[in-house]
C-alpha cells in the first residue's frame, strides 16, 4: 500500500500538469507559426518553421489589430498599477489601525471587512456599474481602479494585518516613547520591518488584478480603458483577425504574471500563507 502511494501521487502531480502546461504549449507553438502550419492537417504538434512576425505585428505592426493590442496593453498596466499602489496603502494604513490601536469597535469592524470576502464577487458589480454610471465613472481608468481596490482591499488588509500583529510591541513602545508619532513609527520602524509582507501583498493584488475580466467588461466598452484580457475577448469572434496573431496576444497577456509568479514566488506563497493565519 505504501508503495502505492507515490506513485499516485506523482500520477496526480503529471495529469495536472499536463492538464495546464498542454493549452500554453499550444498556445505558444500556434504563437510562433505561420497560419498555414497552423491550419495544416495533420496538425504539427511541433513547429516545423518557427517564426516571431506574430510577435513583431503586434508589438511593432501597423493595423487596427496591433494597434489595439498596444493600447489595451497599456490600459492594463495602468490599472493594475494603480489598484496595488491604491490597495497597498489603505491597506497598509487600515492594517496598522487594527493590529495596533484600540478604538471603540475595532473588533467589529475588522471582521466585518474580513466578512465581506465570503460574498461572491460577482454579486457586487450589477450595484458598482450603477454606482460608477451614475457618478461618470464608466469608460474611466478611476472606475476600474476603484472597483479593484474595492474588491481587493479586505484581503489585502487581512494578510497585512497579520504580518503587524506579528512584530514585536517593544519596537513601536520604544519609537514612541522617543517622541516619534504613530506615522513616523509606521515609516521609519515597522513598514521596513513589514516589507515582506508589503512585497507580498502588492504581488498577490497586481496578479488578481491582471486577472480580471468580468469587471472590466462591463466597466469599460472602449478602447481606450479596455484592459488586454477584455480586447482579446473580443478578437476573437473577429474571422479577420489570424489565429496565430490571437495567440500571439495570450501569450503576451499571460507572460508578465507568469514572470512575476515565477521569479517571486517566495513571496507570493509566505503573503498567502499569512493571510491564512490568525
Request: glycine share 6%; with cysteine.
Amino acid at each position: 500500500m505504501r508503495t502505492r502511494t507515490p506513485a499516485l501521487r506523482w500520477s496526480g502531480i503529471v495529469l495536472v500538469l499536463l492538464w495546464s502546461l498542454i493549452p500554453v504549449y499550444w498556445a505558444v507553438k500556434t504563437s510562433i507559426q505561420t497560419e498555414a502550419d497552423a491550419r495544416s492537417s495533420p496538425a504539427q504538434y511541433v513547429p516545423t518553421r518557427p517564426t516571431l512576425d506574430n510577435y513583431r505585428a503586434l508589438l511593432t505592426g501597423s493595423g487596427d489589430v496591433p494597434e489595439q493590442i498596444r493600447r489595451a496593453s497599456l490600459n492594463i498596466v495602468i490599472e493594475c498599477g494603480l489598484a496595488t499602489i491604491v490597495t497597498v496603502v489603505l491597506a497598509t494604513l487600515a492594517a496598522y489601525a487594527f493590529a495596533r490601536m484600540h478604538f471603540r469597535g475595532r473588533n467589529l469592524l475588522f471582521y466585518a471587512l474580513l466578512a465581506t470576502m465570503a460574498f461572491p464577487a460577482y454579486t457586487t458589480l450589477i450595484p458598482l456599474y450603477r454606482i460608477m454610471s451614475s457618478l461618470g465613472l464608466v469608460n474611466t481608468y478611476t472606475g476600474i481602479v476603484l472597483v479593484y481596490v474595492s474588491g481587493f482591499l479586505p484581503l489585502a488588509t487581512w494578510i497585512l494585518h497579520n504580518y503587524f500583529a506579528s512584530l514585536p510591541v517593544s519596537i513601536e513602545e520604544a519609537g514612541l516613547v522617543d517622541g516619534a508619532h504613530r506615522l513616523q513609527v509606521l515609516w521609519h520602524l515597522l513598514l521596513p520591518l513589514a516589507r515582506p509582507g508589503i512585497i507580498s501583498t502588492a504581488l498577490i493584488t497586481f496578479l488578481f488584478a491582471w486577472a480580471q475580466f468580468l469587471f472590466p467588461l462591463v466597466l469599460s466598452s472602449d478602447i481606450s480603458t479596455q484592459p488586454l484580457t477584455v480586447v482579446i475577448a473580443s478578437l476573437q469572434g473577429r474571422h479577420v483577425v489570424p489565429s496565430t496573431l490571437l495567440n500571439a496576444a495570450g501569450v503576451l497577456a499571460i507572460a508578465v504574471p507568469a514572470a512575476l509568479a515565477l521569479i517571486f514566488n517566495r513571496y507570493i506563497v509566505n503573503g498567502l500563507l499569512a493571510g491564512s493565519t490568525k
